[in-house]
Structure formats: structure tokens, C-alpha cells
């Protein structure tokens, strides 16, 4: 009985470990997403302003 309590608690922290590495990659690519629109979309005003 001992055995398995011993095997079952690094379950929890490594789910939740790995839950919060997924939010944060898609924290991230979120973010660089955003920031390479934003600037393709200035690129684009500039292009039209100098032409």
C-alpha cells in the first residue's frame, strides 16, 4: 500500500507542470503572433505613405 501512495504523488506536480509549460507556449505564441502583425501592418502604412 505504501508503495503505490509513493508512485502516485509526482503525478500531480508533473501534470500541473506540464499544464502550465502548454499556457505558457501559447502565452507566448499568442504574443508573437500579435507583435508580427502589428508590425507587417506598420510596415504596410509606411510602404504606402513613402510610395
Do not use: D
Not at 503525478?11 to 508573437?32: D, E, K, N, R, Y
Request: charged letters at 20%; glycine letters at 6%; a positive charge.
Amino acid at each position: 500500500m505504501r508503495r503505490k501512495i509513493g508512485k502516485r504523488k509526482w503525478i500531480l506536480p508533473v501534470c500541473v507542470t506540464a499544464l502550465g509549460l502548454v499556457v505558457l507556449a501559447g502565452v507566448v505564441h499568442f504574443s508573437i503572433e500579435k507583435n508580427h502583425k502589428q508590425v507587417r501592418t506598420v510596415t504596410e502604412l509606411n510602404a504606402m505613405n513613402y510610395a
